[in-house]
């Protein structure tokens, strides 16, 4: 049985054959996907997924919702939370996923 820390889903199990002819597993970490918007699921622009950046500020944008929501979905979040503080939609009128953006917009 493998060790407890190649275990996980979070590593990749390579079959390989050996000059010996004998079959072996290798385990590999996988590489890191691309990050995706929250609410359409399009990929991020702009944020460095290499195993060398620091830190998250590191690697997600410094605007509002930056890492989480493209700049299309937080242009329509932004939008609607001016909407709803002048009275002209109420929250049950949009979306679920976007319901919990706008109140975190409208809470600051």
Request: glycine share 6%.
């Amino acid at each position: 049985m493998p060790r407890p820390m190649y275990r996980s889903r979070s590593i990749r199990k390579l079959a390989r054959v050996t000059p010996k002819k004998r079959n072996v597993l290798h385990f590999k970490k996988k590489a890191p996907k691309r990050p995706h918007c929250a609410i359409c699921g399009k990929e991020l622009n702009g944020i460095n997924i290499s195993k060398n950046s620091k830190g998250k500020s590191l690697r997600s944008n410094a605007r509002i919702f930056g890492g989480v929501l493209c700049a299309n979905c937080t242009a329509d979040i932004i939008k609607l939370a001016s909407r709803i503080e002048n009275g002209e939609l109420k929250l049950n009128e949009i979306g679920v996923k976007q319901k919990e953006y706008v109140l975190q917009l409208i809470s600051h």
